[in-house]
C-alpha cells in the first residue's frame, strides 16, 4: 500500500506544466512575450528621448541661425 502511495505521488508530480514539451513551450512563449512587450517598452521610451533631443537640437540650430544674421 506504501508502494501504491509513493506511485500517486510521482505520477501528480510529473504532471505539472513543465512535464510535457507543450507545457514547457507554452512557458517558454510566455516569457518570450514578456520580454518582448519589455523591449517595446524601452524602444518606446528611447524614441520619445531620440524626438525630444532632436526637438532641441533643432531649436539650437534655429538660434544660433538667428544670431549669425
Do not use: W
Not at 518606446?44 to 541661425?65: F, G, P, Q
Amino acid at each position: 500500500m506504501k508502494k501504491f502511495y509513493i506511485i500517486i505521488l510521482l505520477a501528480l508530480a510529473a504532471c505539472g506544466p513543465q512535464s510535457s514539451p507543450e507545457g514547457r513551450s507554452k512557458i517558454r512563449d510566455e516569457k518570450l512575450q514578456e520580454e518582448v512587450a519589455d523591449l517595446k517598452n524601452q524602444m518606446n521610451a528611447i524614441h520619445d528621448s531620440v524626438r525630444i533631443i532632436r526637438k532641441e537640437l533643432d531649436e539650437l540650430n534655429l538660434m544660433l541661425d538667428e544670431s549669425t544674421n
